[in-house]
């Protein structure tokens, strides 16, 4: 039997060497390429579109030792990490939002690892472009000039716009909006702004053009779609005047009077010519044609008309004289020209005040209808008006003036010599306001200056105003505050908003809306602005309090307002207190209270706040408790245990009370709860754990989580205890290689050979990796030492040699008896547990390998004696 077992240790240490041979491979991944879902990842392309939180490839390797593999995704420090890995099935979820346009090309490092080896690759992953990207303008704003005599087909600008997606998603093309191309085209492949074919510009018809460009893209795939994408910008073509327009007289027809008083030299009349190119406009030169017969002259660069003569000397009494202007260019030369007629009456009695004309004869009332808020400086050419005073010289001459509201309107010219074309003129915009009035009226006023008559008329100018949408809605406040009870049915009536639109009409109606965050659970009538609850709303104080959003109040073109709403959900007493158990046992020591507490859900006061008080109680009058914080005391006269036993008349110091929680609202609720309290006195232990156990008489569960935890902590300490002794004594045990023969018979140990065993560095689920070797004398010494209190620990022992030569058969042939050098080691211990063995004393080490090799010299020795 000695023999046999002898023979299973030899085997299984030969066993142990051949297997400590075996390589440990590393694993690796499966490289599919990259029309792959599942490997290393490598060359793999995503969509930028993928949403997040999706699964876009999955990790795949193997180890081949067959050992379970785990994988980690890592990205460059700084970078953005776009993936996360689960490192036991290698699901690749993507995590933060793919853009092309950003980062077409990830790098990422896959790894994988059995444990014990780890494998790092890089790989690189394509994001592949969708149609995300709208076209996007260049050098905006676009603000270009071009002179109004540019010739059809002229380019006038070219507009870019770029794509930044790619292929077909990234091409641009051009066109007009059709409402605002006017006389301009554009080419759709390069964007060339030019002037259309057969097209004309005239500045005195339009000065400025504003055209709206959209670039498209050529469309492409985006979520599964397909998309076309497209951006606007806005030309404003500024048009150049040119020289194109003749010049024309203003004011015409034009009427001047002779005076019997007047002079030589004096003025007649002042004619006055506009070149028509308003834009650029040239200096007019003067020049009388016909009709003044040597007796008036011209000032050719003011075109003030003169008289030559006395007026006694002229011989008729009408002239029709014949003026001409010219433009003058720059270098002196004339270009274009018109003439007009001067009418001249020689006046010799003031016997005629200053008549009103209209298109049929004299007149006292002009009307006119317009839009209200014209341009300032805008000519109402609708009024058709002529002022004529019949007499000569001095006594036609008389001043215009409007009587009405200041500033808003004037009149022109304000002097006048025998008759005029009346001219009335925008002055103030503001002040033509529909909203103001429909209607406003003046007074044109005709007085002669230098008469001692001074004949005047008046004619009534009424102006009728037509409405416009210049006014936004306006809301009566900025914001609107509510409150409403909880529990409110739904639809029930919040808060009416009320928005005004001072315009008439379609224009002044108002429609209301609202939005926000907290305007889901409420709506609003369109017209009338009454904000209600939605049908489905169940307002909880205690769930939310406060809600706010926005109230938008719209016209009919959409010019709008806001408004913000603040609505407070008012807290209802719904809510009665309750007690944690509806049964309360306390331990109350004499002289110190005890408290209970109910809670209540309310979100306001006093609708959560509570009052306590004692119902009943068993003895009666023994109690007393704080209504505020629920403390319940003895009365003052129990002050020992002995007043409480002779209150009770037995040694059970338990009592009963019922005590009520009833809350502040209106209508009040209220809750009761029978509690049981042990009275004891103060006890005389001392200390923290004294307090602390007094302190959890009423909650004993608290106490025995509280001793487990202290036993369990006792537990740990001793267990690490324990283990580093464990880790001296294994590091201590542990046999290094012995060099050197120990000789016992000359003639046997030359034919020895040293035998090293050496434990494989990790650890395998084989259980007969560990190689233990047990001493028969300690195994004996143990089992007799169990009945002893307290067994002296037996040294580790060296591996037993094989049985000696002179035990075999006489016919076997003799074995060498080896020497065996053994290394005695628990299993594989952790790097952190090495570092704290070779901290150890180097005495101890040194003392502990001589005890144990004087003990492998004296086994030994017992097989060769």
Excluded at 487 to 493: E, F, L
Excluded at 598 to 621: H, K, Q, W
Excluded at 668 to 680: C, G, Q, R
Excluded at 831 to 849: I, Y
Aim: hydrophobic share 35%; with cysteine.
């Amino acid at each position: 039997m000695k023999k046999d077992r002898r023979t299973r240790a030899l085997l299984l240490m030969l066993l142990l060497c051949f297997g400590s041979g075996h390589s440990d491979y590393a694993p690796y991944f499966y490289d599919n390429g990259p029309s792959s879902d599942n490997g290393n990842m490598n060359l793999f392309s995503i969509s930028e579109d993928t949403p997040v939180g999706s699964l876009v490839y999955v990790l795949n390797g193997t180890d081949p030792e067959d050992d379970p593999v785990w994988y980690g995704l890592s990205f460059d420090q700084g970078s953005r990490e776009y993936f996360r890995a689960e490192p036991q099935s290698g699901n690749v979820t993507l995590v933060q939002e793919l853009d092309r346009e950003l980062q077409d090309e990830i790098s990422v490092s896959v790894s994988i690892t059995d444990g014990r080896n780890k494998v790092v690759e890089t790989a690189r992953i394509f994001v592949t472009d969708v149609n995300d990207e709208a076209p996007e303008f260049q050098n905006l704003p676009f603000i270009i000039s071009v002179s109004e005599d540019a010739a059809p087909g002229t380019s006038v600008y070219k507009v870019e716009a770029v794509d930044r997606d790619m292929g077909s998603g990234g091409s641009v093309s051009y066109s007009l909006l059709a409402s605002s191309s006017g006389p301009f085209t554009i080419d759709p492949h390069s964007g060339i702004l030019r002037v259309r074919p057969g097209e004309t510009l005239d500045y005195e018809t339009t000065p400025t053009h504003f055209i709206t460009v959209i670039a498209k893209d050529g469309g492409g795939k985006f979520k599964g779609r397909h998309q076309v994408l497209s951006s606007k910008a806005t030309v404003t073509v500024n048009l150049e005047d040119a020289q194109d327009m003749a010049p024309a007289f203003v004011g015409t027809p034009y009427f001047g009077y002779v005076y019997e008083v007047s002079v030589p030299g004096s003025e007649v009349f002042t004619v006055s010519a506009r070149d028509g190119d308003q834009g650029n406009p040239n200096l007019m030169h003067y020049q009388l044609i016909s009709g003044a017969e040597g007796v008036f002259d011209i000032n050719s660069t003011s075109g003030c008309i003169t008289l030559n003569t006395p007026p006694s000397s002229l011989r008729n009494e009408l002239y029709e004289i014949v003026v001409k202007a010219w433009e003058q260019a720059p270098d002196g030369s004339l270009l274009a020209w018109d003439q007009t007629t001067v009418t001249v009456r020689v006046v010799d009695l003031n016997n005629h005040p200053p008549t009103f004309y209209g298109e049929n004869g004299p007149q006292n009332r002009f009307e006119l209808t317009l839009s209200e808020h014209p341009p300032a400086g805008e000519i109402l050419r609708g009024f058709k008006i002529t002022v004529n005073d019949s007499d000569q010289g001095a006594n036609a001459k008389f001043k215009l003036r409007l009587v009405g509201p200041s500033h808003v309107l004037r009149v022109v010219p304000q002097t006048v010599l025998n008759e005029a074309q009346v001219t009335i003129i925008v002055e103030d915009t503001s002040g033509i306001d529909y909203e103001r009035g429909p209607t406003l009226s003046f007074k044109l006023l005709a007085v002669e200056v230098d008469t001692p008559e001074r004949f005047s008329s008046t004619a009534d100018i009424l102006i009728h105003l037509l409405d416009t949408n210049d006014n936004t809605p306006q809301f009566t406040s900025e914001y609107y505050i509510a409150r409403v009870p909880e529990n409110s049915a739904g639809g029930c009536s919040v808060v009416s908003v009320q928005a005004v639109d001072p315009d008439s009409g379609p224009w002044g109606d108002v429609s209301y809306t609202i939005y926000g965050s907290g305007a889901d659970l409420f709506s609003i009538h369109p017209s009338s602005g009454l904000i209600s609850t939605q049908p489905w709303t169940s307002l909880d104080a205690e769930v939310r309090s406060k809600y706010n959003f926005y109230v938008k109040a719209e016209d009919s073109e959409g010019k709008y307002s806001l408004a913000e709403v603040f609505v407070t959900v008012a807290d209802m007493n719904d809510h009665p207190p309750e007690f944690q158990e509806k049964q309360l046992e306390k331990t109350m020591i004499i002289g110190s209270p005890v408290k209970v507490e109910a809670v209540d859900d309310d979100a306001e006061s006093p609708n959560n706040l509570i009052e306590y008080s004692i119902m009943r109680a068993d003895p009666d009058n023994a109690f007393d408790i704080n209504a505020e914080t629920g403390e319940i005391y003895l009365k003052p006269h129990i002050k020992t245990m002995e007043i409480v036993q002779n209150i009770t008349r037995q040694k059970d110091c338990t009592w009963s009370l019922v005590v009520q929680a009833k809350d502040l609202g209106s209508p009040s609720f209220s809750t009761t709860a029978l509690v049981n309290i042990d009275i004891t006195e103060a006890d005389h232990l001392k200390g923290p754990m004294a307090a602390f156990l007094l302190r959890s008489r009423d909650n004993p569960m608290k106490a025995i989580a509280m001793l487990i935890g202290i036993v369990s902590v006792f537990l740990g300490v001793t267990a690490m205890l324990s283990t580093a002794l464990f880790l001296r004594n294994s590091k201590s045990n542990r046999i290094t290689p012995v060099r050197r023969i120990i000789k016992r018979r000359q003639e046997k140990t030359r034919q020895t050979s040293a035998w090293r065993l050496q434990m494989p560095l990790f650890s395998r689920p084989n259980p007969g990796i560990k190689f233990l070797i047990e001493d028969t004398d300690a195994n004996r010494d143990q089992e007799a030492g169990r009945s002893s209190p307290r067994p002296r620990p037996q040294p580790p022992s060296a591996p037993l040699p094989p049985p000696p030569p002179c035990l075999s058969r006489a016919s076997e042939r003799p074995r060498p008896v080896p020497t065996v050098s053994g290394a005695l080691a628990s299993k594989a211990f952790n790097k952190a547990s090495r570092r704290k063995e070779g901290n150890m004393s180097s005495a101890l080490v040194s003392e502990l390998k001589q005890k144990l090799e004087q003990k492998i010299i004296e086994s030994n020795k017992g097989y060769y004696c």
